[in-house]
């Protein structure tokens, strides 16, 4: 019997392929982003998580411990769907290359959000001294109340979100990707040829399912205190690990090899003092390396928050403060792909 996977090269060719394949996702999503007008995947992560929060607050009503069961609920059903789309569209590459691959492709790249978040940030830069549009477009990017920002306020605004979110939607979406790309490509390898593990796409839409929760459930208020607890902590947990390797190989992207160990350090103590466990951690690693302080009161929907102060000893956020920001996270994935590329490479030499 020949096998679903003959299609695609076995052996040694199976990890450099899916190297190739995450390669050219981070430079498709460099390129050309989320285009508007195409319907998206976190966009129907979005419509289903509505429907169910709807449905579950529906049958709860005011029950804590029920809001929390549905909460659960909603977020193994559609965590669990996520990845099992991702792993249908990967076996369809598996069996019929010439139609599943582009479709991979494409699918992972919906997965990072490294193109949109640069442009969003470079168009708040570059309406500058406009005030009130650099106000309009920041307001798409960040949760603060920016009405009554100026602009010192809108560059440390738009440093800290360059600096949050490429955690949440760069290298942590990347780190599951390089992952699955792995047990894709050692699953191609195993005797028995099964294709059954989770690739790149399945672990990478799993994540985004997961942070599309914590993005629309994860707040204190109302029924969401209950209903988003799950959805929050599994956020939390996937995009642990993520981020304290980017804290940890930031300085080698920033060129001061020697600092990793005082910056990771310097990033956990810092961060630790936001609520999050890992949006503090990834703005103290990135006001480090790129020499900005960051942190401070910041107005919300929901009253002011005292944010904790990020390199202290460093001068406030200015235009080329974030820049650097923009331009370390472009080296960092240029280093990440590097170190995969040459583990892929090492694998595919074995005998």
């Not at 190739?20 to 007008?37: F, K, Q």
């Not at 129907?44 to 909460?71: N, Q, S, T």
């Not at 490509?185 to 294709?195: F, L, V, Y």
């Not at 103590?269 to 103290?284: K, L, M, T």
């Amino acid at each position: 019997m020949i096998s679903p996977l003959a299609p695609l090269p076995a052996a040694s060719g199976s990890f450099l392929l899916a190297w190739l394949l995450v390669a050219l996702a981070c430079g498709l999503d460099r390129l050309i982003g989320d285009p508007h007008g195409l319907l998206h995947p976190v966009q129907v992560m979005g419509w289903c998580i509505a429907r169910l929060r709807r449905l579950a607050e529906a049958l709860a009503a005011d029950r804590p411990r029920w809001l929390r069961a549905a909460g659960v609920l909603i977020t193994l059903l559609l965590v669990l769907g996520s990845l099992l789309a991702g792993w249908a569209v990967e076996r369809l590459a598996l069996m019929l290359p010439g139609l599943g691959l582009p479709l991979l492709l494409i699918g992972l790249a919906s997965a990072l959000a490294g193109g949109s978040l640069r442009r969003a940030v470079q168009q708040v830069l570059a309406a500058l001294p406009d005030q009130a549009e650099a106000r309009r477009r920041l307001a798409w990017i960040v949760g603060r109340d920016v009405s009554d920002l100026d602009e010192p306020e809108m560059l440390r605004a738009a440093a800290e979100t360059a600096s949050e979110n490429a955690v949440d939607g760069l290298f942590a979406p990347l780190f599951w990707m390089l992952l699955g790309a792995a047990l894709w490509a050692w699953d191609q390898q195993s005797p028995s040829g099964a294709g059954l593990l989770p690739g790149p796409l399945a672990l990478a839409w799993a994540f985004k399912a997961a942070s599309t929760l914590d993005s629309m459930l994860g707040y204190r208020r109302g029924s969401l205190r209950w209903l988003g607890t799950a959805g929050a902590r599994l956020d939390d947990g996937l995009t642990w690990l993520p981020c304290r390797l980017v804290a940890l190989s930031l300085p080698l992207a920033a060129g001061r090899p020697a600092a990793c160990g005082q910056w990771l350090r310097a990033a956990l103590r810092e961060g630790a003092a936001d609520p999050s466990p890992n949006a503090g951690v990834s703005q103290a690693a990135y006001a480090h390396a790129a020499g900005v302080r960051l942190g401070g009161l910041n107005r919300y929907a929901d009253g002011l928050r005292a944010k904790p102060l990020l390199a202290v000893d460093q001068p406030p956020a200015d235009r080329a403060a974030v820049v650097r920001i923009l331009g370390l996270s472009d080296r960092l994935q240029l280093l990440w792909l590097l170190v995969a590329a040459l583990v892929a490479l090492l694998v595919s030499l074995q005998p």
